[in-house]
């Protein structure tokens, strides 16, 4: 499967709601938030299809880059679509884009339970920074602050 990334637009969105329902561990934002993250700057909306279907997103990711710092807010993955390469896929464009743009490290907030989550953020390099006591809630649980160095690229001319 060929997986496709580009940029969130307002079509978007009900698929995008349609997908984090699917995962009650994401950030369970109302549809004005991402709304919101599209075209300001600092912001970025990314949403993964499939090669052939790039109307039909299998999952998305929204971050926010601050000087050259970033922090991933929100990722998910079409149940359909889980174990197929699409969070990689939407966290290794993510990095590529936020390099370009000089950010410098990348932040996230994890739930402690979220195994599958961990998994992929470490094998991708992010280590663990800080533990946040309860910080989620629905149902209560702590957080753990993952963070990954990015790759200083050079300044185009």
Request: hydrophobic fraction near 40%; charge should be positive.
């Amino acid at each position: 499967m060929e997986i496709l990334i580009r940029s969130l637009n307002k079509l978007d969105l009900p698929q995008v709601m349609a997908i984090q329902r699917q995962n009650p561990s994401a950030s369970q934002w109302k549809e004005t938030d991402y709304a919101s993250l599209i075209g300001p700057p600092g912001n970025l909306g990314l949403v993964a299809a499939e090669e052939g279907q790039p109307g039909t997103i299998s999952g998305f990711a929204v971050l926010r880059q601050v000087a050259d710092e970033a922090e991933l807010l929100n990722l998910a993955v079409a149940s359909s679509c889980k174990r197929r390469g699409v969070g990689r896929a939407l966290i290794r464009e993510s990095i590529q884009r936020l390099a370009q743009s000089h950010a410098r490290r990348i932040f996230l907030e994890v739930r402690a339970s979220n195994h599958s989550a961990l998994t992929l953020y470490t094998s991708m390099g992010f280590q663990r920074q800080s533990l946040r006591k309860e910080y989620y809630q629905d149902p209560c649980e702590d957080g753990l602050v993952l963070s990954l160095a990015l790759p200083i690229l050079p300044l185009r001319e």
